[in-house]
């Protein structure tokens, strides 16, 4: 039987990084259109400083146009569209078994619904080992697992990670030393699809089972999680995070020894 430790927060050799708490200040603001609407009315206001001819009715409009992009994003109508957009680019599980269960921790009112999850998969022997990721949820995780009957010895995770990058960073050094290469993936719906790629990008074959639980959310919290989930699809992309690396390596490969030939005398 495959076992790894958990690794323990303490040992993390990642630094924390400053932009993770603004990072939820910002989602939390975001979603109080209170706290929001001022500020397009106070750029509104302070357009009215330019003169005519730089545009300043054009960029009025810009401002009022923005702010009803902003109010309908908001719209509950408006966001479960958002939300079934994201969940319909997830595949159908295709009922495989898998070398783990990698379940990923995303705060305590979710993990419950993951959890079940993640212990029916391991009670129809979809995998042998479930391993839990997040460096504030994978012990409490593990903890509920054991709970529900599952030995100690089908049980292991990582504590250090505190983003869904290095969810995958963490646990590819974990995991792909023991041979692990096919997992199944238990996260919730809006969160599946930029984890599916972001693990796809470490060299994993990726099974994705969604969790239920975001019923239980507040309208506001869902918005903030569907708003979440789309700039975080966007920067990931931006920084190249869904491109595997060894497919990159490869197809880079011919230019370099172009290069390399050109510079021998």
């Known amino acids: 039987m495959l076992v790894a430790s958990i690794m323990d927060s303490a040992a993390c050799s990642v630094r924390s990084s400053a932009w993770l708490p603004a990072k939820g200040w910002l ?5 109080q259109p209170f706290l929001v609407l001022p500020l397009f009315v106070f750029f509104f ?9 730089y545009g300043r009715r054009w960029l009025r409009s810009l401002v009022c146009a923005s702010a009803l992009i902003y109010l309908t994003v ?3 109508p408006a966001v479960r569209f958002a939300e079934t957009v994201l969940v319909k680019q997830i595949p159908h599980d295709s009922g495989k078994a898998a070398d783990a269960v990698v379940i ?3 705060g305590e009112p979710l993990n419950p619904s993951r959890v079940e999850v993640a212990a029916k998969l391991w009670e129809e022997k979809r995998a042998p080992l479930i391993f839990a990721s997040g460096i504030w949820d994978a012990p409490k995780i593990v903890e509920q697992l054991h709970g ?27 995991l792909k030393p023991q041979g692990i290469k096919r997992i199944l993936l238990v996260t919730d719906a809006p ?3 930029r984890s599916q790629l972001t693990f796809q990008n470490f ?18 919290d869902r918005a903030r999680m569907v708003m979440y989930e789309y700039a975080g699809l966007v920067s990931y992309g931006l920084m190249g995070r869904f491109s595997p690396k060894e497919a990159l390596k490869t197809s880079l490969l011919p ?3 172009r290069v390399e030939k050109l510079g021998k005398p």
């Not at 989602?27 to 979603?31: K, L, M, N, R, S």
């Not at 529900?148 to 974990?174: H, M, W």
């Not at 074959?205 to 506001?220: A, D, F, K, N, Q």
């Open 148 to 174: 529900k009957g599952i030995p100690d010895q089908d049980l292991t995770g990582e504590g250090c990670s505190r983003t869904t990058y290095e969810n995958a960073k963490f646990t590819a050094e974990v």
């Open 27 to 31: 989602g939390e603001w975001v979603t």
């Open 203 to 220: 060299g994993f074959t990726v099974i994705p089972v969604p969790s239920s639980g975001l019923p239980e959310l507040s309208r506001g």
């Open 255 to 257: 230019a370099l020894e």
């Open 45 to 53: 206001q302070m357009l009215s400083l330019i003169p005519r001819r």
């Open 191 to 193: 969160h599946m699809l």
């Open 74 to 76: 908001l719209f509950p």
């Open 104 to 106: 990923l921790g995303r």
